[in-house]
């Protein structure tokens, strides 16, 4: 791996690169259109950049896959927002009529930040992570991914890894995507357990009986606990950890093995309703709430973000000798439509590097919402017949 795959001072050289050989363009705008769900929808989509040096752009609006295409290339964008879908182009947002630029619809977005669990591991802070605490990430996403398709009823659901510190989750569904402003913060207060900061002497407040929300996290976090919080970050051992828990260090005297520490703990206050449900906030308020890559939930555990492509590691791979088939896959391209040529060799390239099984994952989850798009346009078709 180069020397440089974490200097930033590499990427003016590897960007215009990266986005001319290696960015998966028709990926990313066979999503954002969403088949063309309606007339001007990727059109009226709001793209900021930043640019190098902190520079932000913000209302770039395209036409078209080769409009965005071309003007990325141009700009090289150290990092892509993706914003809403507005009622007007919001490249041409000082145009209209004030009051009549409004946002329609957008992605239902969670971002889960590795920052907001310093206070529940013992490993890393700030924007460190290893692979001890990234186990809070992957309870993080199971919690989440469950109660967001089995409780709401949302299936599209885009998972990926930012590259740095955090995962974030997209939620594609179009009744997702049309959620009012209040609709949003409901799902948000729903998904919410964890509150106050360091200050705050009870983060966690529960009921009894317990929500069922809350029942089906605590299964998911029983998982991991002993391995990750009495083994991984022996919360039990550290004293800045055990001086949160009330009246936890007479329980401490006669044992030091964690496991059953908490064994110890959890069998005294079981018999107990009060303290049944405060040990079940114990477990709640720890573990509740480069490249950005799809992350596939079937392979979710043994997810690395180390592993993770750097940008200067795919352009590494590009400069590998082709093999015999591709060098005859590039004199079969001089005879076809220059259009047509660009594009295959743009697929072939990415193809040859470690972001093609990344690639292949949203590919994957397009055609997912593809079928489901087909499936309800016949459904719909079907109903109108009967009538």
């Known amino acids: 791996m180069s020397s440089c795959d974490y200097d930033s001072s590499c990427l003016p050289d590897l960007l215009p690169l ?4 290696l960015f998966p363009f028709s990926q990313y705008y066979r999503w ?8 001007n929808y990727f059109q009226n989509r709001e793209f900021s950049f930043t640019l190098k040096d902190d520079i932000y752009v913000r209302y770039q609006s395209f036409s078209n896959q080769s409009e965005l295409e071309k003007e990325m290339q141009k700009m ?3 990092k892509i927002d993706i914003g809403a879908v507005y009622s007007h182009r919001p490249s041409q947002h000082n145009t209209v009529k004030s009051g009549t630029f409004q946002a329609l619809e957008k992605e239902l977005v969670f971002d889960i930040d590795m920052t907001d669990y310093d206070d529940v591991r013992t490993c890393c802070s700030a924007a460190d992570i290893c ?3 990234w186990t809070l990430m992957t309870i993080a996403v199971r919690i989440l991914d469950r109660a967001l398709r ?3 009823g949302f299936q ?13 989750c997209w939620v594609c569904d179009e009744a997702a995507r049309k959620l009012s402003v209040a609709g949003r913060s409901a799902v948000a207060e729903y998904l919410s357990l964890v509150k106050g900061g360091e200050e705050t002497l009870k983060k966690v407040q529960l009921s009894d009986p317990l929500h069922p929300f809350i029942r089906e996290s605590l299964a998911v976090v029983e998982h991991y606990f002993i391995q990750y919080a009495l083994m991984g970050q022996d919360i039990l051992g550290n004293s800045k950890t055990t001086d949160k828990v009330e009246d936890l260090q007479s329980f401490f005297q006669s044992e030091k093995n964690p496991v059953k520490r908490w064994k110890k703990i959890s069998g005294l206050c079981m018999p107990i309703l009060r303290c049944q449900i405060y040990i079940q906030g114990i477990l709640c308020s720890v573990m509740i709430l480069q490249i950005s890559v799809p992350i596939d939930l079937e392979e979710l555990d043994k997810f690395d973000p180390f592993a993770v492509p750097t940008i200067s590691l795919i352009c590494e791979e590009l400069d590998k000798p082709r093999t015999g088939e591709e060098e005859e896959v590039v004199e079969e391209e001089k005879k076809e439509n220059e259009i047509e040529a660009a594009e295959r060799r743009k697929i072939r390239d990415y193809k040859r590097t470690s972001l093609a099984k990344y690639v292949k994952l949203f590919d994957r989850f397009l055609d997912g919402m593809a079928r489901a798009r ?3 346009i016949l459904r719909k078709s079907d109903l109108q017949k009967e009538f």
């Open 18 to 21: 990266y986005y001319r050989r």
């Open 32 to 39: 954002l259109s969403y088949g063309g769900v309606t007339k």
């Open 76 to 78: 090289n964008p150290y």
């Open 131 to 133: 692979s001890s605490c």
């Open 150 to 152: 089995e409780d709401f």
């Open 156 to 168: 599209h659901l885009l998972w990926v890894y930012s590259g740095r510190r955090g995962i974030h």
């Open 374 to 376: 087909k499936g309800e």
